[in-house]
């Protein structure tokens, strides 16, 4: 089975930074696509930025230049290094990935992590 672990959150104070981790532990063959995505009390989730296993990475609008996405396969791990934070950041972030179990059939299964808090006071 495949279990992910987020750590890092905690509570800043707006203006203030965080780097929240994601590492994947378990049996597979390898990681696809990662993301990190977060839920604000009475909203829906959403995402917040997803890389690929090569790198590639992508952005909600709401943290394009403030937040950055990155992972190191070799250690299976994924981080989001969030600065300028918001209030409206709060939320518990929730790390997602794509993975693969077996070399073959190649299908992938999604799994999520527990969520980490971050709170941010303004």
């Known amino acids: 089975q495949v279990q992910l672990v987020e750590s890092g959150g905690g509570l800043v104070q707006a203006g203030g930074s965080l780097r929240v981790s994601c590492a994947a532990s378990?049996?597979?063959?390898?990681?696809?696509?990662m993301g990190w995505y977060r839920q604000a009390p009475g909203k829906q989730r959403e995402v917040v930025a997803r890389i690929s296993s090569g790198g590639s990475a992508g952005y909600a609008d709401s943290v394009k230049g403030r937040f950055t996405i990155s992972r190191d396969n070799a250690k299976n791990t994924m981080y989001l290094q969030m600065n300028n934070l918001k209030p409206e950041d709060t939320a518990v972030y929730y790390c997602?990935?794509?993975?693969?179990?077996?070399?073959?059939?190649?299908?992938?299964?999604?799994?999520w992590g527990q969520g980490t808090q971050v709170t941010v006071s303004s």
């Open positions: 378990g049996v597979f063959f390898r990681i696809n696509a």
């Open positions: 997602n990935a794509a993975v693969q179990l077996r070399s073959w059939p190649s299908h992938t299964s999604d799994y």
